[in-house]
């Protein structure tokens, strides 16, 4: 597990992104994979994020993730559900100790804040998609409605797919650069004609930055180019792949 220098806040939240490392499950989602909306068996996949959640220092049953859409939906969780009532948003947050804030990718940014001094944690999934639409200002709003505030927050930007992995097309430039014309510099142009190369944790980065979030880091791994460490759904897709694992990224209020 990997974490984050901003988040260190000498013991009240705990926070880790997951590799691929380190779980039970075979073949294509060996082996720490956590998704339950992959086709792995459900029983592995449990014991995996089982095993997350005592590496975090929690019990077992301490992960608790959502239904991720794409979307700047916010939920905020004042208790575990079940696997099956998982809500369709992508943003969490909380204030109640012992409760993990899950949020699972294969390339997407995974986003985790906290603000100590308030007892408060988030976690967003930030695709390009969700961080346009807003699940970054969303789930740092929902943190101050329970009384944290942006210049005490510590935030990192997880493992996920970097620039010179992730060619998008004009498309995406296009929805970026109309929300945000400073979005420009976020794209090079690829070696293919009229692709172009996008900096995500740079674009996710900049709407911390646009939120007053007081720390910031991206860490500096690509969940594209890192096969041992990271599943990645653009790579397995340019394999000819169906399916693929899932990473948990996870922040917690100590109990």
């Not at 997350?52 to 220092?57: P, Q, S």
């Not at 696997?83 to 204030?95: A, Q």
């Not at 797919?161 to 430039?173: F, K, T």
Request: proline share 5%.
């Amino acid at each position: 597990m990997i974490t984050g220098e901003a988040l260190g806040d000498g013991g009240r939240v705990t926070h880790a992104f997951f590799t691929r490392e380190g779980g039970v499950s075979e073949g294509i989602y060996a082996s720490l994979n956590c998704g339950l909306g992959s086709g792995d068996h459900p029983d592995a996949v449990r014991t995996n994020r089982a095993r997350a959640a005592v590496r975090l220092g929690l019990s077992e049953g301490a992960v608790v993730t959502a239904y991720q859409v794409h979307s700047a939906t916010i939920a905020v969780v004042d208790s575990h559900w079940r696997d099956e009532e998982r809500p369709k948003v992508d943003g969490l947050v909380t204030k109640v100790p012992g409760i993990a804030l899950g949020i699972l990718t294969a390339d997407c940014a995974p986003v985790l804040l906290a603000d100590p001094e308030s007892g408060v944690v988030g976690a967003a999934h930030a695709g390009w998609r969700g961080a346009l639409a807003g699940v970054v200002e969303a789930t740092v709003g929902a943190m101050m409605a329970l009384g944290a505030k942006p210049a005490r927050m510590a935030a990192a930007v997880g493992p996920c797919i970097r620039q010179r992995s992730y060619e998008v097309g004009p498309d995406v430039r296009d929805a970026v650069c109309a929300a945000n014309g400073g979005a420009a510099r976020l794209f090079v142009p690829s070696d293919r004609r009229d692709r172009f190369l996008f900096d995500l944790p740079g674009y996710v980065t900049g709407r911390l930055e646009g939120v007053a979030v007081g720390a910031i880091e991206a860490l500096p791994l690509d969940t594209y180019a890192d096969a041992t460490r990271f599943f990645s759904y653009r790579r397995t897709t340019h394999a000819g792949g169906r399916d693929y694992g899932r990473m948990l990224s996870a922040i917690a209020l100590q109990p």
